[in-house]
């Protein structure tokens, strides 16, 4: 059962711009939070918003949330070819386990 | 920083041999989960645990159990291992309420 949705599924941009990811989803929510994954690895975890913030920044990474139309934004600026990856946004219901979307690919091109 | 190690990062085994995948977490986290990924349909939840002897199913349970022990250590066994269980699995751990730590991921192959 997939509740977070993101949108675009893949996305090419050129370094040094901005990324925007998007994130929706479903029933009401403690908390959501985005994940990074690259080729092969493990998914590692990049920021947890929770249902009563609206933003959230982390170096390069900025997050929004709208609990009334549920959704939420990944934004990465100036994007570097390191950054790309696979990205996931979370879903915490307040149960043990979180709900993974099926991830976005983003690619940066030197 | 919150370590979750996986026994294996490659595993080769063949079809009907019984597998078992280890992962072990260090930060005293009540809840472990193991899923498998595969191409175009994301992570699904195949069985996680709440607390020590403890399970829920999760998404794909079907071909799978697990062992919880101890706090730190949830184990996957594969019965009797089949080629569409060829995939990378993923172990994570996590405290209530807060983020998710996963392991690097163990892919499998079953010949």
């Known amino acids: 059962s997939q509740q977070g949705e993101e949108d675009p599924q893949a996305l090419s941009i050129q370094e040094g711009e901005n990324a925007t990811m998007n994130c929706s989803y479903k029933?009401?929510?403690?908390?959501l939070q985005w994940y990074r994954q690259n080729s092969g690895r493990g998914l590692v975890h990049l920021i947890l918003?929770?249902?009563?913030?609206r933003e959230k920044h982390s170096g390069r990474l900025r997050v929004t949330l709208d609990t009334s139309k549920k959704s939420s934004s990944l934004l990465i600026t100036a994007s570097r070819a390191a950054d790309t990856a696979s990205y996931f946004c979370a879903t915490d219901a307040g149960n043990s386990k979180l709900t993974f979307g099926k991830g976005i690919t983003l690619s940066v091109r030197p | 920083d919150v370590k979750v190690t996986q026994s294996s990062r490659y595993l080769v085994k063949r079809t009907g041999e019984k597998v078992f995948l280890e992962c072990v977490q260090d930060m005293d986290h009540e809840n472990m989960f193991w899923y498998r990924q595969d191409p175009g349909l994301g992570l699904r939840l195949i069985y996680f645990?709440?607390?020590?002897?403890?399970?829920e199913k999760g998404d794909i349970p079907e071909g799978y159990s697990v062992s919880r022990e101890k706090k730190e250590r949830f184990s996957l066994i594969l019965e009797s291992a089949s080629t569409n269980q060829t995939s990378m699995y993923l172990c994570a751990s996590r405290q209530q309420g807060y983020e998710q730590y996963f392991g690097p991921g163990t892919r499998l192959t079953v010949t």
């Open positions: 029933t009401s929510i403690n908390n």
């Open positions: 645990s709440y607390d020590v002897k403890m399970k």
């Open positions: 918003i929770r249902s009563n913030e």
